[in-house]
């Protein structure tokens, strides 16, 4: 396993005082992780370094032909101060997934979370202490080629940059208004959507500027082909509870396979709550909607663990999720993976990761 | 109109001495044109300067959600030392439809075309002068706000970088073999197909690669719907010949609206060649080549100008395509427009703006 070195910066920046009001992505830590990558040569020179612009020349392909790939992840601090990571290793084996679909060489999952450890420790006094608040983390890679032709680039820069956020839900956990999106598609079978890489969320910038105008918070996408089967909500996953069976769209393809996708269901398994992965149409949804029987509907994703939602409008159609309330459900999956995040619960599934 | 501030490099590179060699792509002039955009402001600080690295926030939004559009076009040197760029506004035209999908502030069109000019005014001793080369022009747009969250950017570059080309096709004008992707899809209805940006190429890396491991030049793609309908063949639009009549990809927001397409229907019209912009399923290119009656294929894109298709293997058919030899329609369009564009031809259709 190759050495990480170490620079530490010699003007350290103030930390934020007021843990209550952390912006979400805007604050960035002292330092950051940074690994090249060279044909021939293969992952290298792995370093923390002080955190800082990278002198990236104007013709790097990541700038013209968006060969890059990220993830998202978190650290939290426990009341007895041991920082705490939730399942690293899912999201260095997604990224590996995400590196064949956009031809980038494979990283190490096992030297990441090593790399990752040592950064956070040289950053422990980053992680805020807050009720809610955590350590976003965000490791990404990117095509530094100088090169004007479509093709893979033969050099790559792994960073690993932290930032200190704020509760997602400062004002508590409040139902989203979500609207269908029937004009704009995010990605199609046989595209990049199972990818965490730049394309796919460029191409949402659009309907999610669309819905703000309207006043709601984010789409539902439907799928490319047919335009009747529900993919995703926003940058998360989506489930809904019908009559009592949690149910939520199977990945083909064209989902993302979320880490707090697959940690909801595990736990719904883990409880004996029936849960499907399956193919859901915008139609079944209404109808459910209409019968009465559709209990609740939420999103997953790391930033806010389970978003409620409390209407969806699919044309002239609104459809009201449990009086626009949060249900027991939604709550109870939120209080359960956040009480697991922060320490607080127990972790029947061993899913935390203890950084030392 | 805005002032171009001009800083001129103080150490000068060197110039390419061998004009038969030059790559595509990998070299780059001593200046660029560089230019702001702040939310509030617009775009100010038009500058041209020296070429070198961009200092960018590793947390820069380009780098992790491709927020990214680009244009490419070309100058050529006339036999009389004048210096003629093809249809330049279409580019900046077509910019702004890529801005408005990518949510990207729109660029005056007018100004940019004042600023390439003197930009290619500053540079005008790396324009090549063989037969065959010109000065590629690499005009993009890059989100630079460093923050994590998925929104459009409050700040951009626009850029403009130069990059001396040498002939496409430095053994001559060769029919390429192209395989029918049956798997990947580059884009789809209601995505970013239509937009020149990083999304689109990073999407399309993979099908390449493995089109290359078969020893096959591109790919041709298929609709990401009814995987039937032709779109485009690699980076390029493309046309076919049947019976005398020329036939290519209706636009319908899946496919990149290309300049050297446009400029090749306009062409055949002046000649009096019948054309149809309409939708292509693949069955039928497969029973007009079982009939005898597919006379030509080609691609059409700024790099190849015409780029004609020898063979076309979908699953286990090969089509060979006028005994895998240019024909000569291919052939007349690659002598006409590249004869306009290097100002050896004259210019019926007014396509031409010199530099001075």
Chains 1, 2 share one sequence.
Not at 220 to 234: A, H, P, Q, T
Request: net charge negative; aromatic share 10%.
């Amino acid at each position: 396993m190759a050495e990480i070195s170490v620079e530490l910066t010699k003007t350290p920046k103030k930390k934020p005082q007021d843990e209550h009001h952390l912006p979400f992505g805007d604050i960035f830590t002292d330092h950051m992780f940074l690994m090249d990558y060279d044909e021939g040569q293969g992952w290298h020179d792995a370093r923390i370094v002080p955190y800082g612009p990278l002198p990236i020349d104007p013709a790097a392909m990541v700038l013209h032909y968006a060969q890059e790939v990220f993830e998202g992840l978190k650290a939290y601090k426990t009341q007895d101060g041991r920082i705490l990571l939730f399942r690293p290793e899912e999201n260095f084996k997604r990224m590996n997934v995400s590196n064949e679909r956009l031809c980038i060489p494979p990283i190490d999952p096992a030297f990441m979370i090593e790399a990752l450890n040592k950064l956070i420790l040289v950053e422990k006094d980053w992680v805020p202490s807050l009720e809610g608040t955590s350590l976003y983390i965000r490791p990404f890679i990117i095509a530094t080629d100088p090169h004007l032709g479509v093709r893979p680039s033969h050099h790559y820069y792994f960073i690993v940059i932290l930032c200190p956020v704020g509760a997602y839900y400062p004002e508590g956990l409040n139902p989203v208004k979500i609207y269908v999106e029937t004009n704009y598609v995010r990605t199609v079978k046989g595209g990049m959507g199972f990818a965490k890489t730049g394309g796919n969320y460029a191409a949402s910038l659009k309907a999610q500027d669309e819905a703000h105008e309207q006043e709601y918070t984010q789409v539902l996408w439907l799928d490319g082909v047919e335009r009747k089967y529900v993919e995703e909500v926003g940058t998360m996953n989506v489930f809904f509870q019908i009559n009592g069976t949690v149910v939520t769209p199977a990945l083909q393809g064209s989902i993302l396979s979320g880490i707090t996708r697959k940690s909801t269901i595990e736990m719904l398994r883990y409880w004996g709550v029936p849960v499907e992965e399956r193919r859901i149409t915008i139609d079944e949804i209404a109808q459910v909607a209409d019968e009465g029987h559709l209990d609740e509907a939420f999103g997953t994703g790391t930033a806010a663990v389970i978003s409620p939602i409390g209407e969806l409008k699919w044309g002239e159609k609104h459809m009201v999720i449990n009086s626009g309330e949060i249900g027991p459900l939604s709550h109870r999956l939120y209080d359960t993976l956040t009480g697991i995040q922060w320490g607080k619960h127990p972790d029947p599934l061993h899913w935390t990761h203890e950084v030392k």
